[in-house]
Nanobody, 120 residues
């Protein structure tokens, strides 16, 4: 069974930094992509940053230049370095892994979410 556990959220002042971490466990065939999403109160969940297994990355326009997504070589740890945080970055942040559980079955796994609150 695939499991994702996030850590690193908290309260920070505007302009500050936080690093989120996501630990992956479970027996799978392959991983295609890993990413971070966020959901603010009253809003839909949105993509923050994604990294493909080849290393290419994609960011939401609102976080480009401030956030950096990375993963370790084993791909069992995913990180989101967040700098120059703004009050509008306040949300619950979720990590997501997508891939193949077996050669013919896919998986799309989510963490439980971690709260990030940026005070002005």
């Amino acid at each position: 069974q695939v499991q994702l556990v996030e850590s690193g959220g908290g309260l920070v002042q505007a302009g500050g930094s936080l690093t989120l971490a996501c630990g992956f466990s479970g027996k799978i065939f392959s991983i295609n992509a890993m990413g971070w999403y966020r959901q603010a109160p009253g809003k839909q969940r949105e993509l923050v940053a994604v990294i493909a297994t080849g290393g290419s990355t994609n960011y939401a326009d609102s976080v480009k230049g401030r956030f950096t997504v990375s993963a370790n070589n084993s791909k069992n740890m995913l990180y989101l370095q967040m700098n120059s945080l703004r009050p509008e970055d306040t949300a619950v942040y979720y990590c997501n892994y997508q891939g193949r559980r077996t050669s013919y079955r896919t998986f799309d796994a989510w963490g439980q979410g971690t709260q990030v609150t940026v005070s002005s």
